[in-house]
């Protein structure tokens, strides 16, 4: 089901009394607002995730992205080299090794400002290729644009309105409901996370009341020595 940047300008418009005049400075603001919160959804909760491939060059060690990225997960081993484990590093670890090693198989990497790929050493041959996960920085939509189009899942709709409505609030200077909406936005980022680990079959496995099954705990877990 489609649900456009409109729709979701008007209904906070209708809930915070903000202009929802496209010509209006409010209005600019909510289509801001909005897009940030589909990011924010996106960076909380890694409800998407891509894998982007590089190919490298022999002694180039960084490389533009073709699209930007808001969190890397995880980095796969190379074809080339399957027991080379490629370690994630934090920008300034990444920006000190680059000056401190010469050429030969990648075993560090790093993202900078979201768009910079940063490998050491750099590679000593044309053949190599990294591929990593990880959270995409979604497009921007406008106007007519449905939402869901930039991969967010249709469950995350409501965790977006409470971000914009919390921004809304702030805008106004209403601290208390602004508060209110950014602690619904926390509680929605967290049904996500459960339905993310629900689809992929990972759930708490149901506790047993009563006698364990463990021979090693011949007690009862449901009650209590008295004092």
């Not at 180039?60 to 080379?84: H, K, N």
């Not at 992929?200 to 009862?220: E, F, M, N």
Request: charged share 20%; aromatic share 8%; glycine share 6%.
């Amino acid at each position: 089901m489609a649900f456009t940047l409109n729709q979701l300008c008007l209904r906070a418009s209708a809930l915070t009394s903000l202009s929802d005049d496209p010509a209006s400075p409010e209005r600019t603001l909510m289509e801001e607002w909005a897009n940030e919160a589909i990011a924010k959804v996106f960076q909380k909760t890694q409800c998407v995730i891509t894998n982007v491939t590089v190919g490298l060059q022999a002694g180039v060690d960084e490389y533009e992205l073709d699209r930007g990225v808001l969190t890397v997960i995880e980095v796969a081993q190379p074809i080339t080299a399957p027991s080379a484990r490629i370690t994630l590093l934090n920008s300034r670890d990444a920006i000190e090794r680059k000056f401190l090693t010469g050429t030969g198989s990648v075993r560090y990497i790093a993202v900078l400002g979201g768009n910079l790929l940063l490998v050491s050493p750099a590679p000593d041959n044309d053949d190599a290729t990294i591929t990593f996960y990880a959270v995409p920085l979604p497009d921007v939509v406008t106007a007519t644009d449905d939402i869901f189009v930039t991969g967010l899942p249709t469950y995350g709709q409501r965790a977006v309105e409470c971000y914009l409505n919390a921004r809304c609030f702030e805008h106004m200077r209403d601290y208390q409901m602004s508060g209110k909406w950014d602690s619904d936005f926390e509680t929605e980022c967290g049904r996500i996370n459960i339905t993310i680990r629900r689809q992929a079959g990972r759930t708490l496995a149901a506790s047993r009341v009563g006698y364990p099954d463990r021979i090693s705990t011949p007690s009862r877990n449901d009650t209590y020595p008295s004092v």
